[in-house]
């Protein structure tokens, strides 16, 4: 990356609400239905037609206003925004502008160094989606576009980032935890392809030592980390380039192509008043009180920088696995119920980072969907704790649990899969092994002592794998002695 220039990079995340409902009107927001079967009077823009604010977006605005430390008003206005596309029906959105639910909040982001980095959070505002638009695709059709509104008036937060990330690595770790922080908050299900969090970067270079922000392009609408990444390493270069032969970067919308890696321009400077944003007349000023506030911050879950510390803490395990374990929302459950139900916690990580996740990863599954549950993998580790069978044997139970959704107990008593550590039975298979292995004994007896592999290998196969190893082992030792 060119490094005459430093890079400058605000976001605007858009993440769609998991209401059941829309923002102003009934209509399910369930993704994937026919289109315009899920549309009414209300998210159709007819005239006449009322909306009426979902009071569940509102709560989870101010969830996640709080675990961004903003600053919650107690009074806030809908406003319109006035513009004209195919997929608005009203031909406005409702949006806020002047005085937003959330603003002055931040998101502190781990930086390679170890050291930590504050992100300003300008504001957090609650607006509807527009519908969707579907260009023709066979030759009867090539000539025409179709208007989807299933997803018009689905709530949406729009978290507006200050400019304050300096590298595309930064932006992209900032819209990590972002991205885990409003999974954990429940408010947004974090699915990326159906567009449920999606990113504009607005992206500026000026010279070092330079106070004064560079003229900035928006770059619109992708909605993977990777391309993210890829659209503001571009940019950066593709403004030094203009920058270096003496041009002028000019104030644009540009938009990310993913199989060139490159971007466009789309259209001009677009500034505030070219929405002739005002209140809208349909809706009354939201009033927010202190009580309110304080019954959402009560019933705040807990978030994944807090879970990280107590799984270290509480648990003792290693900080890599609490890492890796509080990613995901639902993992950390699982891991939670797991311990809770009694399994060792460093086994139980062990279990769900390896054999758990390599089955759902082939799986292509979420584990929500796994069809050992934490009460079944608690079983197995305990099983493995009072050595009724050995870590071996664990696979072969948990696989048997995997594909028959059976637990551990049942299992091990119909396959006979105990472990053997009665010393009589193991001491009757070891006199058998050193019977008819006279050669090797000799030559075990003669100072070849790494044949003790050989021994145990024969006595583990000959108990089916049921045999403790290290009482196999001892056992061995003084019997290959006498
Ligand atoms: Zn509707």
Redo the contacts with the bound molecule.
Sequence with gaps: MNSEYEVVIGLEVHVQLTTAT?IF???STAFGNAPNAQ??P??LGLPGALPVLNRQVVENAIRTGLATDCRIAPRSIFARKNYFYPDLPKGYQISQFELPICEHGHLDIPLDDGTSKRIGITRIHMEEDAGKLQHGETPATADSSFVDLNRA?TPLLEIVSEPDMRSADEAITYLKKLHQMVKALQVCDGNMEQGSFRCDANVSIRPWGQAELGTRAELKNINSFRFIKQAIEYEVERQADVLESGGKVIQETRLFDSTSGTTRSMRGKEEAHDYRYFPDPDLVPLVIDADWIERVRDALPELPEAKRARFVRDYGIPAYDAGVLTQNHEVSSYFDTTVAAGADPKQASNWIMGEVQRRLNDAGSEISAAPVDPAMLAGMLKRIADKTISGKIAKTVFDEMWKSGTDADTIIEAKGLKQVTDSGAIEAIINDVIANNAPQVADYRAGKEQLLGFFVGQVMKASKGKANPAAVNDMLKKKLQE
């Design positions: 829309k009107c009934g209509c549309t009414c209300v998210c008036c």
